[in-house]
């Protein structure tokens, strides 16, 4: 079964950049949609960006748009989050999820359509992204 693992969070101040990385065992994650997701305390999940299988499809939540792009790097077996300009409603922990579903990917990272978790069938154990001065 696939494994999820995210890493490259941590504390950073107001205006600064992190970079969070996607990995995946066992499987290759070129065969699958991958979104990021995202939870505050006492706040619900919320949705940030997704990335077709392909790579040719991408989507991103109003909230972020314009601070976050989406991308993999197939040779590291990665999807990855540049998050930039980073704001204190941005601290949150930062979960990756997966979908293999060929008829599930066809209608999902539609730009403009909704981010959906029920629409992913695999998630990782999530990084803590804190954001302070």
């Known amino acids: 079964q696939l494994q999820l693992v995210e890493s490259g969070g941590g504390l950073v101040q107001p205006g600064g950049s992190l970079r969070l990385s996607c990995a995946a065992s066992?499987?290759?994650?070129?065969?699958?949609?991958i979104g990021w997701f995202r939870q505050a305390p006492g706040k619900e999940r919320e949705a940030i960006s997704c990335?077709?299988?392909?790579?040719?499809?991408?989507n991103y939540a109003d909230s972020v748009k314009g601070r976050v792009t989406i991308s993999r790097d197939n040779a590291k077996n990665t999807v990855d989050l540049q998050v930039n300009s980073l704001k204190l409603e941005d601290t949150a922990v930062y979960y990756c999820?997966?979908?293999?579903?060929?008829?599930?990917?066809?209608?999902?990272?539609?730009?403009?359509?909704?981010?959906?978790?029920?629409?992913?069938?695999?998630w990782g154990q999530g990084t803590q992204v804190t954001v302070s001065s």
């Open positions: 999820a997966a979908q293999f579903d060929p008829i599930a990917i066809q209608r999902m990272c539609r730009s403009g359509a909704s981010i959906v978790g029920n629409d992913y069938k695999y």
């Open positions: 990335i077709s299988s392909s790579g040719d499809r991408t």
């Open positions: 066992g499987l290759a994650l070129n065969y699958y949609a």
